[in-house]
């Protein structure tokens, strides 16, 4: 039997090819291969570039698939598979993510990257704000969606207590059918009537490297500290009934942040607020890039 995922992603990938957008594969450094969605064609240097970072479960394309489609024609657009991801990977040991943080920049400033707005989810959120703080002559903004800056010991230890999970892993990376439906379950405001079929299809295909993205989920979890002091505005987005990132945590974090930092909840959407209410979240995304590249701007995004 044919697996679904299988089957669309030749044809999502086509779209995005129709949209503007191709598959690059960067050496960062010996041995560590990172994939970058890239414009097909040399951006006008008018246009402001995105970069899109990934969350946990599927690589960037599957992750940013509908704000691709909307924003491309305005923005260049740039989608990262992370290492252990889509078609990303590294022999170096070292899983932190300052690795990613750091592989991602390399990669975008090969692509001839000279500023951009960072747009994280979850992991990806993470990973954007690392991005941040280590070149911020890189990054003008960050549109963080249901991330935290940090996964500290005690966000982390709080947040499993509530789902009920006794580690990341068991939730982030299922070995079952019935692993891979609470994972969206938890995932979403209100989980669709999806086949268990299509699960087990998802259970073959979205969680291959598990030793190394098990490495990765340990190497997320830091001890408590002070949140960095980010020269760049924050816009925070979540959804109203995110069970991983609650809205309280999300209020916590912004008060934390400062007058840098907005806050935009989602209604009737959970963790995975760009996938259940895409037109919603591109609405709010798009108000967001539209407050970051007004007029006034005229910082050039290429070298």
């Known amino acids: 039997m044919v697996n679904t995922i299988k089957l669309y992603q030749p044809l999502l990938r086509a779209a995005m090819k129709l949209a503007g957008v191709r598959p690059r594969k960067i050496e960062i450094e010996q041995g560590t291969v990172m994939n970058f969605w890239a414009p097909t064609r040399t951006p006008n240097k008018n246009k402001n570039a995105v970069v899109f970072l990934h969350g ?32 990303s990977t590294t022999g170096d040991s070292r899983r932190t993510v300052d690795f990613q943080a750091e592989c991602v920049a390399k990669g975008l400033v090969e692509l001839g990257l000279q500023r ?66 609470k994972l969206f379950e938890v995932g979403s405001h209100k989980l669709p009537r999806i086949p268990n079929c299509v699960f087990k299809d998802g259970l073959e295909v979205m969680f291959d490297y598990r030793k190394e993205r098990a490495e990765l989920l340990e190497a997320l979890v830091i001890p408590d500290k002070d949140l960095p002091d980010y020269s760049q505005n924050v816009h925070l987005v979540c959804g109203e009934d995110d069970k991983i990132f609650n809205v309280g945590l999300m209020k916590d974090i912004k008060e934390k942040l400062g007058n840098k930092a907005t806050l935009q909840c989602i209604e009737k959407a959970g963790h995975l607020a760009m996938l259940e209410r895409p037109f919603v979240y591109n609405k709010c995304l798009k108000r967001i890039l539209a407050s970051i590249y007004d007029k006034r701007s005229n910082e050039l995004s290429y070298e």
């Open 116 to 181: 951009c707005t960072v747009v994280g989810f979850s992991y990806g959120g993470m990973v954007a704000f690392k991005l941040a703080e280590l070149r911020p002559e890189l990054v003008k903004s960050v549109v963080a969606t249901c991330s935290v800056p940090l996964l500290t010991e005690s966000i982390s230890k709080e947040r499993l207590e509530r789902l009920e999970f006794p580690t990341w892993s068991e939730l982030l990376l299922p070995n079952s059918v019935d692993g891979v439906k």
């Open 56 to 87: 946990f479960v599927g690589d960037g394309m599957i992750t940013w698939q509908f704000q691709v489609l909307a924003l491309a024609r305005k923005y260049a657009v740039y989608v990262v598979d992370l290492l252990f991801f889509g078609g």
